[in-house]
């Protein structure tokens, strides 16, 4: 099983990210307050703050804080979190924040966007931390309010962070 997530993990690398470092998770942060995680990997194999964090299924995060032979990770499920999306149909753009453990929410979408359940959510590129195209999660709820600018919009992130071993930090 690992060998396997191993090997879809360095394929994946191969193909679209070639300085990524490949990193096991090695901690958890158990708080409710906080989505991190401590990977096994810091400044001593090239890495830094602001880098984002993947594996083969999509985003998981990105880097906060460095040590020469760790780096903690803020996932995209954080309160904290903020990624610049799009709607990959339709191009309509909002801002990805993390919503509960398992959630995430796609903020700030114009109200006369088209958006279904089940549109792709990818990064937009902007920010110049996540890569454009860099995959995000699915779209799992659509509320629309009888007031108001925006569509209130789900995110099911692509990846199980509550299942983490391994991920890619993407170099730039």
């Given at each position: 099983m690992q060998q396997q997530r191993l090997r879809e993990l360095l394929g994946f690398r191969a193909l679209a990210f070639p300085q990524?470092?490949?990193?096991?998770?090695?901690?958890i942060d158990p708080s409710p307050w906080s989505e991190v995680v401590t990977i096994n990997k810091g400044s001593r194999d090239s890495l830094r703050k602001d880098?984002?964090?993947a594996t083969h299924q999509g985003l998981v995060g990105r880097t906060?804080?460095?040590?020469?032979?760790?780096?903690?990770?803020?996932?995209?499920?954080d309160r904290r979190s903020a990624v610049d999306a799009l709607i990959q149909r339709t191009r309509a753009r909002g801002i990805v924040v993390g919503k509960t453990r398992r959630?995430?929410?796609?903020r700030y979408v114009d109200l006369h966007a088209d958006i279904q359940v089940g549109d792709t959510v990818v990064a937009s590129g902007l920010g110049e931390v996540y890569p454009k195209g860099l995959l995000i999660g699915t779209v799992a709820a659509v509320h629309q309010k009888p007031q108001g600018l925006f569509h209130e919009v789900e995110v099911q992130p692509a990846v199980d962070l509550a299942q983490l071993e391994e991920v890619l930090v993407l170099v730039p």
């Open positions: 990524a470092v490949v990193a096991e998770v090695v901690g880098i984002a964090v906060i804080e460095m040590a020469p032979h760790y780096a903690t990770v803020l996932l995209v499920t959630l995430c929410e796609l």
